[in-house]
Each structure stands twice: as structure tokens, then as C-alpha cells.
């Protein structure tokens, strides 16, 4: 069975400073992994993914994530936080040849204050 | 980007009643829509795959005679919550599968919430 970590549940961050958010999957198979992003009162967007090749991957808005296989992790980074980036992080997987049903984690807030 | 609009944003009603959730495709034609469910603090579940034109494949433990599922069009799912309960108060959320280009991508709606009183 596959599921995702995300080990925080809320990340409170200055403007400006840098902010990692940690997703961890277990999987004994090959995965696809994302990044989610949900503002209040709207639906997820797709802020990266990775699917195969470069294990850095560069998203949406400065966001970037990492795809570690060794450490089965897929954290998502920013060097510069802005308030408009407070929200919901969501990291999911999709076991490849599992029909691509998405699994959530249960998501970070991300909370940046001036 | 590609829309996907969920209606109604927010419901109440009593127990015992029935609920139509509307999830649709704005810009594009989605043969695949899917159906999640997320409690508060706690992640996305996948309760159903929604198939234009067939029926709808189930997640084990979702009742299907309880939520009833539609794909009619290629731009349509609906989601019909039957004798709504209380411990069906929840934030439903719909997706669409886009097949664009050769890519396919998923689009997720705004939610629904649905609080049964």
C-alpha cells in the first residue's frame, strides 16, 4: 500500500525567509509525485510534479521540490516566502499502473507573517 | 487555466433529506471525473471514479447506494448525497481529468460544503 507523510501540520514563517515543507511517501514501487496548493474558499492547484528525469523540479510561484528516492522524499522549498503564499500545501502520489488515483497527504498550512 | 466549477459552494439540510452535488468541466471535455471527500485537518479521500457514460467505480467502504454518482455529459458529474445523515457533514470535492495535448492533468473544483443538521 502507498501513502503519504507530511509530518507538519502547520509551518508558521516571516516573509521573505525560506520555508521547506516535508513529504515523505512509502511506496515499493515506482511513484509520480505533486505538490498542491489550496487558497481559502477556492480549489487545489497543481503547483509541480514530478513524473521522471531531473529529481529537482521547479514549480509555480518559486516553489521547487526535490525528489529523493533513497530518503522516499519529495519536499517542496522556497527561498523567499510572501504572505499571498499563505495557504494549504497538499503532497500526493500515484502508484504507477494504479489506475492514477491521486493520495493525499493531510496537508501543511503554511502561515507567513510580516 | 482549466476551470472546474462546483455547485452549490456550501448546502445545509435535515436529516433524512437528499443532496445534488454538481461538479463541472468549464473549458474542456472530461471523460474522468473524480469524487473526493476531506474532513476537517485531515487529508483528501477518494471516494469514486465518476466514467462518462458507465458507472461509476467505487472506493472500498463507499457506499454506493448512499452516493449516488452521474457522469451524463462530458462536461457533467453529479454527486447525490441520499438520506443525508450527520456524519455525512463534510467538504466534497470533485476533479476533472484533462487530456489535453497529450497531456492529462487533473483540474480540482472549489469543494462543497455540505452540513447535515
Known amino acids: 500500500a502507498q501513502s503519504v507523510t507530511q509530518l507538519d501540520s502547520q509551518v508558521p514563517v516571516f516573509e521573505e525567509a525560506p520555508v521547506e515543507l516535508r513529504c515523505n511517501y512509502s511506496?515499493?514501487?515506482?511513484?509520480?509525485l505533486f505538490w498542491y496548493v489550496q487558497y481559502p474558499n477556492q480549489g487545489l492547484q497543481l503547483l509541480l510534479k514530478?513524473?521522471?528525469?531531473?529529481?529537482l523540479v521547479k514549480g509555480i510561484n518559486g516553489f521547487e521540490a526535490e525528489f529523493n528516492k533513497s530518503q522516499t522524499s519529495f519536499h517542496l522549498r522556497k527561498p523567499s516566502v510572501h504572505i499571498s503564499d499563505t495557504a494549504e500545501y497538499f503532497c500526493?502520489?500515484?502508484?504507477?499502473?494504479?489506475?492514477?488515483?491521486?493520495?493525499f497527504g493531510t496537508g501543511t498550512q503554511l502561515k507567513v507573517e510580516l | 487555466g482549466a476551470v472546474v466549477s462546483q455547485h452549490p459552494s456550501r448546502v445545509i439540510c435535515k436529516s433524512g433529506t437528499s443532496v445534488k452535488i454538481e461538479c463541472r468541466s468549464l473549458?474542456?471535455?472530461?471523460?474522468?471525473m473524480f469524487w473526493y471527500r476531506q474532513f476537517p485537518k485531515q487529508s483528501l479521500m477518494l471516494m469514486a471514479t465518476?466514467?462518462?457514460?458507465?458507472?461509476?467505480?467505487?472506493e472500498q467502504g463507499v457506499e454506493k447506494d448512499k452516493f449516488l454518482i452521474n457522469h451524463a455529459s462530458l462536461t457533467l458529474s453529479t454527486l447525490t448525497v441520499t438520506s443525508a445523515h450527520p456524519e455525512d457533514s463534510s467538504f466534497y470535492i470533485c476533479?476533472?481529468?484533462?487530456?489535453?495535448?497529450?497531456?492529462?492533468?487533473?483540474?480540482f473544483g472549489p469543494g462543497t460544503r455540505l452540513l447535515v443538521l
Open positions: 476533479s476533472a481529468r484533462s487530456q489535453r495535448g497529450g497531456r492529462e492533468t487533473q483540474y
Open positions: 511506496s515499493s514501487v515506482s511513484v509520480y
Open positions: 514530478y513524473l521522471s528525469g531531473s529529481t
Open positions: 500526493a502520489v500515484i502508484l504507477t499502473g494504479g489506475g492514477n488515483k491521486l493520495t
Open positions: 473549458d474542456f471535455q472530461a471523460t474522468t
Open positions: 465518476s466514467n462518462e457514460g458507465s458507472k461509476a467505480t467505487y
